[in-house]
């Protein structure tokens, strides 16, 4: 189910907006993969988003995450699957064409550092209620 965060020509899905925001977030180096780091990142005070995906049915993973975020008041943005996600953060690998050639998988993500100020990260933002 997709919802459209803005009216009018420039209205974006929640997946556009979420794929520009980690585009945007990949070309500065921001984006940290993996529960290890984003757990690092979260204790180090460097996340600013976290994105999780809702098919990860390890508990203590998850409890870990839901507290940390927390406890040092991270936004949680969560996506539908594994597969989602690590085609947000990049992980998947294309061909020339852009097709994808395997699918990788990742249950978490995080960004450090947004990079420019895109239009889907100000959208997906001001639907979520949230400030930088």
């Known amino acids: 189910m997709e919802m ?5 020509e420039n209205a974006m899905t929640i997946t556009q907006a979420s794929e520009s925001m980690c ?6 180096g921001g984006m940290v993969k993996g529960f290890r780091q984003v757990t690092k990142s979260l204790i180090g005070g460097r996340s600013k988003l976290v994105i999780m995906s809702k098919e990860i049915n390890e508990r203590k993973m ?4 839901d507290g940390l975020v927390k406890q040092y008041d991270v936004p949680v943005l969560k996506v539908e699957s594994h597969v989602e996600l690590a ?16 699918d990788a998988k ?3 993500a995080s960004i ?7 239009l889907g990260r ?3 933002f001001g639907n979520m209620g949230l400030a930088e």
């Open 4 to 8: 459209n965060l803005q009216q009018g």
């Open 87 to 102: 085609r947000y953060v990049g992980i998947c690998k294309f061909d020339e064409t852009g097709k994808i050639v395997k």
């Open 106 to 108: 990742c249950a978490v």
């Open 62 to 65: 998850k409890d870990i995450i």
């Open 23 to 28: 585009i945007s977030s990949l070309k500065v």
């Open 112 to 118: 450090e550092d947004f990079g420019e100020n895109t």
């Open 122 to 124: 100000d959208t997906l």
